[in-house]
């Protein structure tokens, strides 16, 4: 639909010329609009009133049978070859075309909905001196907007001033990166001088000039002119839209981008009209019909051709020609007349039913109950009804992290302190009651009570392990009202060691520039802070140094496990033994473990220090090389305190469901903006990668050689006889053949491995020559994790598996960062968590928890597949079977377009006779119950596989057709042939033979649908004889003398049904061609079962031997000996070190009530973990093995 839009804007002239520099006035209005840069209004809907009626019917007559039924409706205009009514192709047509433009608006209608509440949002906005409230949609470039606290912001803004001292602003990016930790801002110092004067940012005149709009969430370019003087500007000094304005009273900033120029919407992809396998598979086969059909209708114009010159003449005393029609001209005039008559090959009504199972099937899922979860009072949601079926064929899985794996909760759950473990676990033991501690958080959760005795017993190692967890930090606490402290970390895993700290008595209660402020059981002791040495991507530690109030001076340390061991006095080694074993426990666990040090310094050695670590910041050269090795001199000669474990807690049933996925040879890729080292420690926890993998590769490279050598040297270990260059197979696909594809064939290896790539090594690996070198080394392993990668990064990893691999792709993530991958993938997930709802309203389907992603794809995605499989291998039976009878009884009439049935038969076949019970099998039909499917997840690969519909099935079924067309025409031909009634009256009439060949076509495939059928319902019986009485009832009222007196020319076939129906040989004839077509059809399935049993057959077998499936015994969790251990700050920054020893964060918030986030008490049915199955290769095994 992009491509109709450019050819309208490129006709009409309105083509907007690319933007390379945007050059923008503050408070100049005019100014700016002479630049016609974009309003502040976001537009995600398709459609409005004007375009609806051309864009819809432009999308629907691509679907060529759309086209084909109005052509046909046309050919049946010309009296001349029309043997059949005009309105029995046009009112099915405008019932096709209506139903499917109803559903269409509806969509679009709920698009308009969401812009109108984005768009309608208030804001204030500095206008002629003044602040006035107005909509998003009204804020142009170049305003100045008031944001206050908790409010969204509006647009991208340079920030001009704030509330809080050095003009700097707290944010939320939870829906740009997918993280919940607090950002910092910060405004220039020429412009923070404005304050909140609405006299000062009136008069306000700066200009700037700065990259066009881009989706580089993290790099901005621009120069502020302000009074002749030039300031430079960066990512710093801007808020992104999407943003959330935390703890800071008010804001005010320049509109730089607005609307569609945001770099939210820049990131957000475009909307695209998503089409399932099968809709482009039915293209070419119609399309096939149509080559087929012209086939058959040019044989039987020439039979005609044959005919009128050979018979023709003998007929023409007493059926004379028409004036100037010969023998040729009939023969044309025919081809046109059976171009109509057989076009039943691809009926109309086969659109209308797609579109009914497929809305049948997406209410389904909106109403399963096992996919509710009730604490967020949230069911599974399906946004569009277009691709159930899709959901039955995935193969590759994108994910994000944070928020769809995990709750992005910390939770601080065990630690070793000084060679001594506390911590159970196991949350059936008794909670520790903290109420001793006045200033606990109520909300913190530990199981061990010998941890709590240790401390208020005064172990000193205990007091100095939580001392350190109290002071080696950069939390900010807010304490809004006496002893109601609430910490804004960084980074969660610190805030819950601080937490952590606070409840056992060691509580972190404020801090200044200088001071750190503790409460140490019960008494308030002020430290000194004298240095920070902060955490970076090397150092992998953070260290403080600080001064007791008795001048003891103090190196604090926590960091990697690997780093501080290096570190460690010699007296340590003992210790460090048993507290590495008591690490490779909790890594077992997946839980993120910290090592803690300290060290007491001479106040001599660290005067010295100090002076030297001053010269060092204050360097021009070198300085993070100085710096870094006074940090290595001073961090040395450390004594072992302990060790922590964090859990990065999943969401309930995460690694179930992804064992569950695995099983059914589903390929999960992790695509997260995290750091490196979280993705691993949750791929981890997760049981995407485990120990037993003969290897992990990481390529961490920063150039495209370094990056190419990384890959090969990966994939050269993975499979060492393996070709160079990669088996590329080209083709043709598509309508008509046009799209010319490259896949990339799957190489066999030996043994599970993992890959591990940065976003900056990734930018490089998707590069045009590494793409496929990327593809091929991925694909060979199990486990794909992509960390650090923005919006576009995911997006275009997407594309390239879509592109080179040619499968079913499915993106699932929770914030607005995994908006453009959800586009892009053939289907899209959004969960509605904490990050917003970004995610959702560009989503497919929508859930609240990640498990709930097996049952969307192993019970509702593998039967929705597998029913409209058979929906359309048994539709194209039936109608192909009605069709070619047409085909056979053309050569006994002539080849005159006579139709083989009566006109209502044909009329009613597909609206009425057939459709109901062929519609009761799609929507109701289950090979096995959703049990047993989880039992078996193997049952999901025939999906992948495509197995059950393509072109070779729709060869069997015409062939199926052709055979039972054969049988229905000829038997009933050669029984109704000089046949008499008892009574010696002559019933071989053409109507008695019409109506035998149609009740014998109706019930033979009312048959073949009864075989069809695994799962029985009321419904299903209903349909199928309520169709066959509706039939004869029908039948004999039509063919009744009241009919016929009443509308003579209607309705021909008087008697017919009573003279007919009332001999027993009429019946025998149906038995006999009923037999004759069902027996072979059981015969071949039965061999089939016997020597070429599918995993479907076995199941079902199994399911006719047992009950209900048995649930294995659950299996203890294999703890795993790591190597790597160790998680400290995993999603920590650079530079917060700097930030809290300067006068940056101090500020006086009014105290504000905090919301309950969830007044509903979660339900049982929320915490049912996914069952563990046996494979069926498992239990043959196991069988094997019991005597």
Known sequence: MGSVATYFTQLFGQEKKKEEERHLRANDRPFNLSYRYANNAIKTSKYNIFTFLPLNLFEQFRR?????????????????????????????????????????????????????????????????????????????????????????????????SSSEPLNLVYVETAELDGETNLKVKQALTETGEMGDSIEALASFRGEVQCEPPNNRLDKFKGTLTLNQDTFALDNDKVLLRGCTLRNTEWCFGLVIFGGPDTKLMQNCGKTTFKRTSIDHLMNILVL??????????????????????????????????ENGVNAPLSSFLTFWSYVIVLNTVVPISLYVSVEIIRLGNSFFIDWDRKMYYPKNDTPAQARTTTLNEELGQIK?????????????????????????????????????????????????????????????????QAHAFFRLLALCHTVMPEEKKEGDLHYQAQSPDEGALVTAARNFGFVFRSRTPETITVVEMGKQVVYELLAVLDFNNVRKRMSVIVRSPDGKMTLYCKGADTIIYERLHPSCNKLMEVTTEHLNEYAGDGLRTLVLAYKDLDESYMEDWRKRHHQASVAMDEREEKLDLLY?????????????????????????????????????????????????????????????????????????????????????????????????????????????TQTLQDETVEGDYGLVINGHSLAFALQKDLQLELLRTACMCQTVICCRVTPLQKAQVVQLVKKHKQAITLAIGDGANDVSMIKAAHIGVGISGQEGMQAVLSSDFSFAQ????????????????????????????????FTFVHFWYAFFCGFSAQTVYDEWFITFYNLVYTALPVLGMSLFDQDVDDRWSFQHPQLYAPGQLNQYFNKKAFVRCMMHSCYSSLILFFIPWAAMYDTVRDDGKDIADYQSFALLAQTCLLIVVSAQLCLDIYYWTAVNQFFVWGSLAAYFAATFTMYSNGMFFIFTSSFPFIGTARNSLNQPNVWLTILLACLLCILPVVAFRFII?????????????????????????????????????????????????????????????????RPILFTQRDSPVAHNQPQLYRTIAEEEQEEVQSP
Not at 101 to 109: F, L, P, Q, R, T
Not at 308 to 316: A, L, P
Not at 851 to 878: A, D, E, I, P, T
């Open 396 to 460: 590759y899985i994108f994910s994000d992290k944070t928020g769809t794996l995990t709750q992005n909760i910390m939770t601080f759950n065990k630690c070793s302190i000084n060679g001594k473990t506390y911590g159970t676990g196991n949350s059936k033991t008794e909670r520790v009651d903290f109420s001793w501690n006045q200033l606990a958080d109520p909300k913190f959760i530990f199981h061990d009570h010998n941890l709590v005795e240790t401390i208020r017993d005064g172990n000193q």
């Open 632 to 740: 290595e001199e001073i961090e040395k000669g450390l004594m072992l305190l302990g060790s922590t474990a964090v859990e990065d807690k999943l969401q309930d049933g995460v690694p179930q469901t992804i064992e569950q996925l695995a099983k059914a040879d589903i390929k999960i890729w992790v695509l997260t903006g995290d750091k490196q080292e979280t993705a691993e420690n949750i791929g981890y926890s997760c049981n995407m990668l485990r120990e037993e993998m003969k290897e992990v590769f990481i390529v961490a490279a920063n150039t495209a050689e370094g990056v190419k050598e990384e890959l090969e040297s990966a994939r050269r270990k993975m499979c060492p006889g393996g070709a160079e260059s990669p088996s590329v197979v080209k083709a043709r696909a598509g309508l008509f053949w046009m799209q010319k």
């Open 288 to 321: 096939s019909i149509f080559g087929f059909l012209a086939a058959m209708c040019s044989v039987l114009a020439v039979g005609n051709a044959i005919w009128e010159v050979k018979e023709g003449s003998v007929f023409t005393v007493f059926l004379p020609r």
């Open 64 to 160: 060529l049978a759309n086209a084909y039924f109005f052509f046909l409706f046309c050919l049946q205009l010309i009296p001349q070859i029309s043997s059949l009514s005009w309105f029995t192709t046009a009112v099915p047509l405008l019932l096709v075309l209506s139903i499917t433009g109803v559903k269409d608006a509806s969509d679009d209608i709920n698009r308009h909905r969401s812009d109108k509440q984005v768009n309608n949002r208030k804001v204030d906005v500095l206008i002629d001196g003044e602040l006035r409230n107005e909509k998003w949609m009204n804020v142009q470039v170049g305003d100045i907007i008031k944001l206050e606290n908790n409010q969204f912001v509006t647009a991208d803004l340079l920030l001009l």
């Open 1089 to 1153: 079962i016997q020597l070429r049993p599918t995993i479907n057959d076995k199941v079902r077998h199994k399911v006719r031997k047992e009950a209900l499936p048995a649930p294995a015994p659950r299996r203890p969790t294999r703890r795993r000996v790591s190597t790597r251990r160790s998680g400290y700050a995993f999603s920590h920054a650079q530079g917060y070190g700097d930030l809290v020893t300067s006068r940056r964060f101090l500020l006086k918030r009014p105290i504000k009530n």
């Open 850 to 881: 990640f498990r709930y992603l097996q049952r969307l794809l192993l019970v509702h995605g593998r039967w929705s597949y597998l029913r409209m499989c058979k929906f359309l291998r048994y539709f194209f039976y039936k109608n192909f079977t």
